[in-house]
Structures are given as structure tokens and as C-alpha cells.
């Protein structure tokens, strides 16, 4: 079998179209696993995993949590809030000190880009970003991208739109080198001040008008607005974003065609999306969190692979 | 001996009794095959378990026998240990084993590691009644764990560098077993 060309899963610009495609295939060898009556295999048995989450997290952190569990892993937790680094440790100091321990891998989300990729340079273990600052968020993009595999077949080919806060936004930069990766049609859309300029640079459509974006895509991907980034204002109020970009069933019902919309939570209903909309059939917003989980178990999986 | 062709050990009329023979000791054995179910490894122990399948439906002329596609690559000891990660083939249980007698069948059995990984793998589906292994090819002295075979189609004496293959007219075009004196 085939393995990974990397080491570390830093971003998804580091992996190869085959790389995508090995996760996916190995990716569905675990989503039967989950959907067992016992959703538990013994492949990691003598790995264990830190988890290191230096910036708040919800789902993910429990996703990863899941997936290093069915692997039978060990589980170190650590988050930033409960921990030395409120008291001035640096993170290498603290992350070495986790090592020291006997730590085989790490799954690490800090608010600062390119933590990972430090990381990787000093730390012998495997290392794998769950989101680092307003960069990349690897494990996002790819359960992303497997979920529209599931629903719609494929990825090449298919017109992929991503709305909404763009600037802020780690899942956006993820998911347009993953799509593109793949063969997809990738398009951002957003107020102007939310997509920075150099997206036009990465060969991605851009565009201001949700309207007409919704009318060309099969997928829509809403992406959250990411208040707690946001030092200035970039748009009046949320009151007028909704009414500009927000997503509702009547622009969905307006449309000659289905389409799909997802979202990598957490979702801010009435401001994005309309509650009517995320909670539609249309939508695959949970189908993406079961996927994210069996997405983690094949990244785990083939990174903990490496020879010993 | 031609080393690129390898030496055939069974084919033919042979290789239909021996199957044959195999699916009549179960039966004998298990009084008819109530309770019981097969359960295939992947991905080389699928075309035995089908054969298998097909002959002990029209023997028994029963068409609900739980018949499963189990697959191992989770449960291998040797996860670490490869230069590349092992490939995964789908696993196809729709059953539950608890109370149930299990045949479990592959085609060559050699050190044993995988059928110990196949009990491992088993034990998440309940507990059976009992387990049996039926394989086609038991390469006796090679073995690694203690376990054996309840039902052999050939007992293959062969040092460790030998190589014994298992083809099938699904997939090759005939039924035969062939030995190669080097992998």
C-alpha cells in the first residue's frame, strides 16, 4: 500500500493529490468501523497522542479525542487555559516537557501561524495541526472535501463556493488548496473587505454577490463571521451582513437546482445562515462532523504508520 | 523446476474435491449447520469462503446462512513494523456471532498471525459458541502462535522461503495451487 509523502500533516498544501486520496480511501475503512456496535479497533495501541489546545476548541478537540479513542490510543490532554503557559512557559519548553513523557504524537491548535511547522522542526514526534491561527486547519478541509465525495460522488469538476469570512478564516485557506488539489472549481465570496487580495493570486474566482454565487455553485461552504479575530470593524453590523451575505431558505427555494451547503460549525444562526437553512436537507453540516471523526482516525492512522 | 510459473501442487478435478470434501467434514462434523456461520478473511480467504458458501447453501439447501467478509488490516501486530502502511479491504459483518458456532476460513495458513488477529477482530462481534479455521493450504512448520487448523485442504511441507499461492477461477481464469521454491 501506498503511504503518506509526509510525516506531519502541517497543512494541505504539503500533500499530493494521491496523499488526499489515500486519506479518503482509508477514511472509508473507518467510517464502517464507527458505525459498528463496537466502534473500537486496537491499531494504536502503544502510540500516545497529546493533545494540545492552546485556543479554545469544541469540536474538533472532541472529534480528535473520538478518533484516537476507536484507535485505542493514549490520551494526554492539555489545554492552554488549565496550564503553565498562563504562567510564561514558551511553547517549545512546554511541549518538550510533554515529550519527555514519551509522547509518539501531537495534535496541537495555537492561535499563532506556522506553530505546527516550528513544532516540527525541534520535536521528534508526528505532528498534526488542528488549526493554527488564521493559516490552515488541514483535518477541516479534508472532511470537507470527503463529504462532498459522499454526497455528490466526486470532487473534480464541481463548483465549490466558500462565503463568508474569508480574511479570518483557516478552514477557507485549507479548503481552497484541498478542493483545487482535487479538480474542483473554487470560488470565494464575501464583502470586500473579508477576502483579503491575494486570493485572486491563488487562482480561486472571487466574488462579492452571494446571490449570483449561489446560482453557479453545487456547494456552498458558509463560513462563520470570526467576531473574536476581528480588531476593527469590517462590515456595519450583523444585522446588515445577514442581509447582505446571511444564507436563507427562499434564495435556496429560488434556485432552479439543489444545492448542497455546508458549514464547519460552530454556526451563528440568523447571521450566516438561517436556522430554516442549516437545519434543511439540503444541508450536511452533521454528516460533516460523523466524517470528520473517521477523517481523524485515517490521518492518525497513517501517520503512526511510520516505521519504528 | 520453473521458478517464474512455480510448481502446481492441486488443480483440476483434485482442487473440486477437495472442496467438496471440506464442506462434507463441516457438515459431519457440525451435524448440518445450524446455529453456525461463516466468516471469510480478507482479502485472500474471500474466494475460498464464497466457494464454500455456495456449496454448504446447496448442501444444506438453506440460502440464510450469515456469511461474512471479515477484514483484519486493524488488528495486525505488525502495524509499525512495514515500510508502508497496510491497505484496508472493506468489511462486511452484518451479523452478530454471539451464541453462534463460527467457521472461519483463509486460504493459506503460514505463521498464524493472521488468524490470531481474525480472533481479535471476531471478539468485537460477540461471543461465539465455538471457533473452527478451515484453510486450504496448512504450510505446517512454519508456524509462529499455537494455532491450528480444523479443516486442511493440503498440508504443504515447505521451508520458510517458499512461497505457496492460492489461484482462483474468478480471478486468474483457474483453480490451482502453485509453489515457488523462492518469494
Redesign the interface.
Known amino acids: ?3 503518506l509523502s509526509t510525516r506531519h500533516l502541517l497543512g494541505i498544501k504539503d500533500l499530493t493529490e494521491n496523499d488526499i486520496q489515500l486519506i479518503f ?2 477514511a472509508d ?1 473507518f467510517k ?2 464507527i458505525n ?3 466502534k ?4 494504536l495501541r ?1 502510540i500516545t497522542v497529546a493533545n494540545l489546545f492552546f485556543e479554545s476548541s469544541t469540536r474538533t478537540r472532541v472529534s480528535f479525542e473520538l478518533a484516537e479513542r476507536r ?1 485505542s490510543a493514549d490520551i494526554v490532554n492539555f489545554t492552554a487555559s488549565s496550564s503553565s503557559v498562563s504562567k510564561g512557559e514558551t511553547l517549545l519548553d512546554t511541549v518538550n516537557n510533554i515529550l519527555a513523557m514519551k509522547v509518539d504524537m501531537v495534535v496541537m491548535r495555537h492561535p499563532a501561524p506556522g506553530a505546527c511547522a516550528f513544532l516540527s522542526r525541534h520535536i521528534p514526534a508526528n505532528i498534526i495541526n488542528a488549526g493554527d491561527g488564521t493559516h490552515e486547519h488541514p483535518t477541516q478541509a479534508l472532511l470537507d472535501a470527503y463529504s462532498i465525495r459522499e454526497r455528490l460522488g466526486d470532487v473534480a469538476g464541481k463548483k465549490i463556493a466558500i462565503i463568508g469570512d474569508i480574511l479570518h478564516s483557516r478552514v477557507a485557506l485549507s479548503n481552497v488548496f484541498c478542493l483545487q488539489k482535487l479538480g474542483a472549481h473554487v470560488r470565494v465570496c464575501g464583502p470586500p473587505t473579508l477576502i483579503p487580495k491575494h486570493y485572486a493570486a491563488l487562482g480561486v474566482e472571487v466574488s462579492h454577490n452571494v446571490r449570483q454565487t449561489l446560482e453557479w455553485c453545487d456547494v456552498a461552504n458558509v463560513l462563520r463571521i470570526q467576531l473574536e479575530r476581528q480588531d476593527i470593524r469590517y462590515f456595519p453590523s450583523l444585522r446588515e451582513y445577514h442581509q447582505y451575505f446571511g444564507i436563507t431558505r427562499q434564495m435556496l427555494d429560488a434556485l432552479q437546482r439543489d444545492i448542497v451547503v455546508m458549514h464547519p460549525g460552530p454556526i451563528n444562526r440568523g447571521v450566516e445562515l438561517t436556522s430554516d437553512v442549516a437545519d434543511s436537507r439540503q444541508s450536511i453540516i452533521l454528516q460533516q462532523v460523523e466524517n470528520g471523526v473517521a477523517i481523524r482516525m485515517a490521518v492518525l ?2 501517520l ?5 | 523446476m520453473n521458478t517464474t510459473k512455480g510448481k502446481l501442487l492441486l488443480s483440476g478435478e483434485r482442487f473440486r474435491l477437495t472442496l467438496e470434501r471440506l464442506c462434507h467434514q463441516v457438515l459431519e462434523d457440525w451435524e448440518g449447520f445450524a446455529n453456525a456461520c461463516l466468516v471469510g478473511i480478507q482479502p485472500r480467504g474471500v474466494p475460498l469462503a464464497d466457494r464454500i458458501y455456495q456449496r454448504l447453501s446447496a448442501l444444506t439447501g438453506r440460502s440464510d446462512i450469515p456469511y461474512g467478509r471479515l ?1 483484519i ?3 495486525r501486530d505488525d ?13 462486511e ?1 452484518n451479523f ?1 456471532i454471539s451464541g453462534q458456532k463460527v467457521l472461519l476460513i483463509d486460504d493459506v495458513l503460514y505463521t498464524g498471525r493472521t488468524i490470531q488477529a481474525a480472533l ?2 471476531l471478539q ?2 460477540g461471543r461465539p459458541e465455538r471457533v473452527e479455521l478451515m484453510t486450504l493450504v496448512d504450510r505446517r512448520f512454519n508456524r509462529h502462535l499455537p494455532i491450528q487448523a480444523d479443516y486442511v485442504g493440503l498440508a504443504v511441507d515447505a521451508l520458510d522461503e517458499a512461497y505457496v499461492k492460492v489461484h482462483w477461477q474468478e480471478t486468474h481464469g483457474q483453480d490451482e495451487i502453485l509453489f515457488f521454491e523462492k518469494r
Open positions: 500500500m501506498k503511504a480511501e482509508t475503512n464502517e468501523v459498528r456496535p463496537i473500537k479497533v486496537p491499531s502503544d484507535l492512522y497513517l503512526a504508520a511510520e516505521r519504528t | 477484514d488490516t486493524f488488528y502495524f509499525r513494523l512495514r515500510e508502508t502502511p497496510l491497505a484496508p479491504y472493506p468489511n459483518m452478530l481479535a477482530a468485537h462481534y
